[in-house]
């Protein structure tokens, strides 16, 4: 197993309209896991051989002091055992001092997401704050864009700006459920030809900027070309997990009818054996659609 996500609460300040807990695609759970349920975790990741935690949410950073001494325990021990830890945030809690707390306790790289521009011209993004205070410290970010029919104008600004401050980008064209009440009003899949053609140009340039090769051919196949490239296979579950907030340990994001059973009362190791023999039923990538496009974005 290489890859762990932690996910430290399902609750967020923002109410995103294409987050996976505010469509429903998600269910929000009790965040029943303790700071030693997670510390001693991290600890039997280490001894696993993990090679990476990413500590993800809802947003990671909500919950004061208590939530900040937390991540610098993870962080700590992420360092001690010789594991990568990339921290996903909306920034709003990523002030400076937060910034250089993090870093102190080892923190190297965070993912900041956002979904506008609030100036073209000025380029002011949403989380420009929270970027500059991790550049500020040294962290490698990465800004991930999340695309729907109300941003997707902005795709070749915030490219330039990425590109220009050598910044990480991803581009994630939001998944929205077409139960939801928004979905004709956000959704990619039904904007009209000329629109979808602008969205898969500013895809190219960006994949072609950042050396990006398959992700923005799968992009193409789920808005325009059902017949086009698909993944092979899925890692998910082979080469990376999922713990999440109530101590569920799941081969994938979006295949919670297949856990395998809970950390704080089973040790790691087990459930590893346990997810990876059930990790042929989805490495074929059988389940694969916009939902999961993103866990695709580093190929």
């Known amino acids: 197993m290489e890859v762990l ?3 430290l609460d399902t609750a967020c300040n923002r109410a995103c309209p294409y987050c996976f807990y505010e469509t429903g695609h998600f269910e929000r759970k009790p965040n029943t896991m303790s700071a030693p ?5 991290t600890d039997q990741a280490g001894e696993e051989g993990v090679r990476n935690i990413v500590i993800t949410g809802g947003e990671p950073l909500m919950g004061g002091e208590k939530r900040m001494e ?8 992420t360092n001690y055992h010789g594991m990568e830890a990339l921290l996903l945030t909306n920034g709003d809690f990523l002030s400076p001092k937060a910034a250089k707390r993090l870093s102190d306790a080892g923190l190297k790289a965070v993912s900041i997401s956002q979904d506008s521009l609030t100036g ?9 704050k929270a970027t ?3 550049l500020k410290t040294g962290m490698r970010v990465t800004l991930i864009m999340t695309i729907t ?31 939801h009440p928004r979905f004709e009003e956000l959704s990619l899949e039904i904007m009209r030809p000329e629109h979808k053609k602008r969205i898969l140009a500013a895809i190219s340039q960006w994949a072609e ?7 923005p051919q799968y992009i193409k196949t789920l808005l325009d070309e059902p017949a086009g490239p698909r993944p092979a296979r ?10 999440d907030c109530d101590g569920s340990f799941l081969p994938c994001f979006h295949r919670r009818d297949l856990c395998v059973g809970n950390v704080t009362e089973e040790p790691l190791n087990t459930l590893i054996k346990r997810v990876k023999a059930i990790s042929a039923d989805i490495a074929d990538a059988p389940c694969w659609g916009m939902h999961c496009l993103s866990l695709f974005a580093g190929s």
Not at 70 to 77: F, S, Y
Not at 209 to 215: A, E, H, L, N, V
Not at 234 to 243: K, P
């Open 234 to 243: 899925c890692y998910m579950g082979s080469m990376a997990a999922v713990i």
């Open 5 to 7: 996500f932690f996910i």
């Open 209 to 215: 900027g950042f050396g990006i090769s398959d992700y």
């Open 120 to 128: 073209i011209e000025g380029y002011k993004i949403r989380g420009w």
């Open 70 to 77: 937390l991540l610098e325990k993870i962080l700590k021990k």
């Open 37 to 41: 349920d997670w510390t001693k975790l």
């Open 149 to 179: 029919r109300e941003n997707f104008t902005d795709l070749p600004a915030i490219y330039r700006f990425a590109a220009a401050r050598r910044l990480g980008l991803i581009l994630q064209p939001a998944f929205i459920p077409k139960s």
């Open 132 to 134: 500059e205070a991790a």
